[in-house]
């Protein structure tokens, strides 16, 4: 297996505002299990962001400069509020194929997030329907977020997009609904050590990757995390399954993770419930009624978000049951 390590900085022309775009060229070519150092970008808010974040305590030289150029350089021309680093191509990935991504490292590029309100969105838009934002100042060498001045909320870093590229014909696409090439997933448990499986639709996977995360609760309700520039560290690898991976599935040290995602929060329940029994049966061997009984005995499903268009929910199967065997990604489908 290869081992060589790719660097991919922020830059005008490795990045897209607002979509996955499939005309896209890739900003890089990797081959199976090669690593890649990705930089990404929280894009600026309105009016003057170094004056919003001096003004909430963050020092003018900690303020990123890859954020301000983004902003000054790149259009947002997609509908998403995102900048998304990519694409990149996985060499050997083809329709069909399931592209495994395993996180690696994740390192903060700023010592601060941005966490807003938006009268357009979030769960309770209607009691809360002024626009606010907040800068988070970070405590990097404690790991916490200073939320308030007695509320410190431990650090927790993860990209809430991982995506492969959507079926081209569906041609720009908006980076704020999660779907069945994953995206806008925001599932905290995404963060080092964990491994995300892709269902691949177009030539060589095209991944994307952004909207990175300081600390997120599940259901990220008030619309935001806290929202940051983060650096990940990527290894690849492409399989061809036995049937058809039709959704995100992810695995932790301590989970299986199945995902629901849909407009409706019982269709997306539904969805997921579906996909544990499935993974339980392709997996694990397991009789589909047994698999049935087991997801309602010990599996959790969760809420992972609410705000974004498609509401997504997330299953935790505890590898323990099966001795903390890791998934076999040629069995997907099955």
Known sequence: MATNLH????????????????????????????TVE???????????????????????EDVLDDELTIAEEVAHDGPGPHVVTGPIHVEGATPGDVLEVTVKDIEFRAPYGVNLILPT??????????????????????????????????????????????EPTQGPTNTA???????????????????????????GAQFWVGDGHGVQGNGEVCLTAAETSLTGTFEFDVHEPAGHLDWPVAETDEHYVVTGIDPSLDAAMNQAV?????????????????????????????????????????????????????LDPAAFGA
């Open 121 to 166: 969105g979030g769960e309770l838009a209607e009691q809360f329907p002024r626009e606010e934002t907040y800068a988070v100042p970070f405590d990097r060498e404690a790991g916490v977020a200073q939320f308030a001045p007695d509320v410190e909320v431990p650090l927790d870093p993860f990209f809430g997009i991982m995506a492969t590229g959507p």
């Open 177 to 203: 609904p999660p779907d069945y090439f994953g995206g806008n997933l925001d599932l905290k448990q995404l963060g080092v050590g964990s491994t995300l499986y892709l269902p691949v639709h177009a030539e």
């Open 274 to 326: 579906r996909a544990c029994v499935s993974l339980l049966e392709s997996q694990q061997g397991l009789a589909p009624a047994d698999a049935y009984r087991l997801a309602s005995l010990a599996v959790d499903f969760n809420v992972t978000q609410v705000v974004n268009g498609n509401k997504g929910i997330h299953g935790l199967i505890p590898k323990a049951l099966f001795d903390g065997e890791s």
């Open 7 to 34: 660097t991919i900085e922020t830059t005008p022309e490795t990045v897209e505002w607002g979509h996955y775009d499939p005309d896209a060229a890739a900003i890089d070519t990797v081959a199976p299990g090669e």
């Open 38 to 60: 990705i930089e990404t970008v929280t894009p600026p808010q309105d009016g003057d962001h170094v004056e919003f974040l001096t003004d909430a305590g963050i020092a003018r």
